[in-house]
């Protein structure tokens, strides 16, 4: 079965320490490959995406994520986390094999904070 | 341009009432999805609206609808409420189809259903 996941409920990280936020995939042919942000009590939104190309793909607010295919992980990545950068992440990967069942799957999130 | 709109923003309904949703997407953006998040499942997809046709479902019961208008402003319709519909509904639209590009999502619709 097609998944995504993001093995980490919560990740803890002091200001200044790099950060890392995980995401495995599994699914059929080449990945489309998203990461999101969601600040409380507003809306999704995107930080970056892989479709081809290049495996390290620099996004919003500084972060970057590295796609590895032989270990099906897509994870995101900030050399220098700040307070600001708490917030709920989510990976996302599109399914489907065909324009008309094109839809995203995605991971359960992970709740990041950035203490002082 | 203006972003990505939802109205209520929020709503509070007994068990067997309806509801509809309203999403108006980014100007020039023709498809317009519909998730469902609570905090034991996650994002979960309702459906994807393209040029007014419903081109992909989630595996939702019947009682989730939805439709396109011509300006792709959307509505999603729930009948029949149950407790396990509280959830925050969010809208993404996106100049092309899903999965293809980027999606801007509104800020949600927080439905309690008591």
């Known amino acids: 079965a097609q998944s995504v996941a993001q093995p980490e409920d919560q990740v803890n990280v002091a200001e200044g320490n790099p950060l890392t936020v995980k995401c495995t995939y599994s699914?059929?042919?080449?990945?489309?490959l998203f990461w999101y942000v969601q600040y409380p009590n507003r809306g999704l939104q995107f930080l970056l995406k892989?479709?081809?190309?290049d495996n390290l793909v620099k996004g919003s607010y500084g972060f970057e994520a590295e796609f590895n295919k032989s270990q099906t992980s897509f994870h995101l990545k900030k050399p220098s986390a700040l307070v600001s950068d708490s917030a709920l992440y989510f990976c996302?990967?599109?399914?489907?094999?065909?324009?008309?069942?094109?839809?995203?799957?995605w991971g359960a999130g992970t709740k990041l904070i950035i203490k002082p | 341009k203006a972003g990505v709109t939802q109205t209520p923003r929020y709503l509070i309904k007994t068990r067997g009432q309806q509801v509809t949703l309203s999403c108006s997407p980014i100007?020039?953006?023709?498809?317009v999805s519909w998730y469902q998040q609570t905090p034991g499942q996650g994002l979960q997809f309702l459906f994807e609206?393209?040029?007014?046709?419903?081109?992909n479902k989630g595996n939702f019961p019947g009682r989730f609808s939805g439709r396109q208008f011509s300006n792709s402003r959307s509505e999603m319709n729930v009948s029949t409420l149950e407790l396990g519909d509280s959830a925050l509904y969010l809208c993404?639209?996106?100049?092309?189809?899903?999965?293809?590009?980027?999606?801007?999502f509104g800020p949600g619709t927080r439905l309690t259903v008591l």
């Open positions: 993404a639209s996106s100049p092309v189809r899903v999965g293809t590009d980027t999606q801007y």
């Open positions: 100007s020039g953006h023709r498809s």
């Open positions: 996302a990967v599109r399914v489907g094999l065909m324009d008309s069942n094109y839809q995203l799957i």
């Open positions: 892989y479709i081809t190309g």
């Open positions: 609206y393209f040029s007014e046709t419903q081109r």
């Open positions: 699914v059929s042919g080449n990945p489309y």
